[in-house]
């Protein structure tokens, strides 16, 4: 191993878990709120090629939460899911609805944009995730 490659190795130990943290922090809130599951997803995707860079697709790929396909589809349904409950109270599909539920003292606005942010979140670190890996893996056999 290089010492640049040493180097890049050391520096992700702490700059992937950064990542996904802020990642998921931009999922929360967003740039505008509520939420931001698009450029959060972006974020965690750019952790997982950088992982993906350091210490190979594999590793990289055994710290998604799911395998790039199925995390991808999860996000899409989670994302279709969250229409469903306007269907039900009589509006049309995708309106989005608000609860407050009770946490202990406080009561903490609930809502299906929150579940379609999770889903965008998911299917774009899904999709682009696992095929900035497959990239990467491309030219780490043609090193070989």
């Known amino acids: 191993m290089t010492s640049r490659a040493l180097l890049l190795d050391v520096v992700v130990r702490g700059l992937h878990p950064f990542m996904i943290f802020v990642s998921v922090m931009l999922l929360l809130r967003g740039h505008d709120a509520p939420g931001g599951g698009f450029i959060g997803g972006l974020v965690a995707v750019a952790a997982t090629a950088l992982l993906t860079v350091a210490r190979g697709h594999r590793q990289a790929l055994a710290r998604l939460p ?25 509006e049309p599909f995708l309106t989005h609805l608000w609860v407050e539920a009770p946490v202990g003292p406080w009561l903490v606005p609930l809502s299906t944009v929150h579940l379609f942010d999770v889903g965008v979140y998911a299917t774009v670190w899904g999709a682009l995730g696992g095929l900035a890996a497959a990239i990467i893996a491309v030219d780490e056999e043609g090193a070989a």
């Open 66 to 90: 799911l395998a790039p396909v199925p995390l991808a589809a999860l996000g899409a349904l989670l994302s279709l899911g969250s229409g469903v409950p306007a269907l039900w109270v009589g």
